[in-house]
T-cell receptor, first 110, second 114 residues
């Protein structure tokens, strides 16, 4: 069963713009992660935020977590064509392995 | 360092045939996961191992699917007999000791069952 639901399903922007993707989940979590998948490739781990954290940064990535709303957002600033990929949120709860959402497909055009 | 290695990268087979997918996790990792990805269902966890022992196989769709991990550096996912609805990309992932949170994915095996 899927835990995370990403929104929007697809996003198209121009290079240099910011991209924001959202993830909502249903049950209590220990942490939430974001992964990227380039076409035809495996998933690559981007960032992990724990349930007691509210915001985390990594380079051009900013992740927020609101456990009261059971939601997270991933912001990619100053996007590049190389950021074109699908982005997945994944959650871990007590005794569970990662549960992935269906992803947001981001297209960045130059 | 080599990442997770999967073979074959592509497999085309006919319905009813046996299919074996292989995975070599990152050296030193003690968690291993098998996932299936389709457009309709997204990324689904099939089974995962810790220290070569299956921990959760509740995602394995049917008895036609089986997975083994005979040692720390090798795992197989077998489908027998295969059916067209098994067509998907199958990913293997591994995690370092003590955590199954951050996973390192292989490139996947694209399976087509005709």
């Amino acid at each position: 069963s899927q835990q995370g639901e990403e929104d929007p399903q697809a996003l198209s922007i121009q290079e240099g713009e910011n991209a924001t993707m959202n993830c909502s989940y249903k049950t209590s979590i220990n942490n939430l992660q974001w992964y990227r998948q380039n076409s035809g490739r495996g998933l690559v781990h981007l960032i992990l935020i724990r349930s007691n954290e509210r915001e985390k940064h990594s380079g051009r990535l900013r992740v927020t977590l609101d456990t009261s709303k059971k939601s997270s957002s991933l912001l990619i600033t100053a996007s590049r064509a190389a950021d074109t990929a699908s982005y997945f949120c994944a959650t871990t709860g007590t005794g569970t392995a990662l549960i992935f959402g269906k992803g947001t497909t981001l297209s960045v055009s130059s | 360092d080599a990442g997770v290695i999967q073979s074959p990268r592509h497999e085309v087979t006919e319905m009813g045939q046996e299919v074996t997918l292989r995975c070599k996790p990152i050296s030193g990792h003690d968690y291993l996961f098998w996932y299936r990805q389709t457009m309709m269902r997204g990324l689904e966890l099939l089974i995962y191992f810790n220290n070569n022992v299956p921990i959760d196989d509740s995602g394995m769709p049917e008895d036609r699917f089986s997975a083994k991990m005979p040692n720390a550096s090798f795992s197989t996912l077998k489908i027998q007999p295969s059916e067209p609805r098994d067509s998907a990309v199958y990913f293997c992932a591994s995690s370092p000791p003590g955590t199954k949170e951050t996973q390192y994915f292989g490139p996947g095996t694209r399976l087509l069952v005709l």
